[in-house]
């Protein structure tokens, strides 16, 4: 009985290959540039860590092909005048 639910089971989870992996994190670095280079922990001049995150799925969702620069990183917290 056990054996049969394994088969009818759907397997849903897929695993990304290195090829996509590698392209989406350089085009996150492309996009979401560091303040200070070679130093992860100082953060990044655009953006927060959620919407690297989200850029780097949306990356992976396309297979490693994403548009221009992410929208909410280009935009300015601050207020226009």
Known sequence: MAFVLMLVAPATASAVTA???RACDAAVAKAFPPRQIGNPAA???KGTGKQQRDYFNKC???????DDAPADASKDNK???
């Open 79 to 81: 207020p226009s005048k």
């Open 60 to 66: 992976v969702e396309n297979n490693g092909k994403v």
């Open 19 to 21: 090829e996509v992996a």
């Open 43 to 45: 953060g990044s001049t």
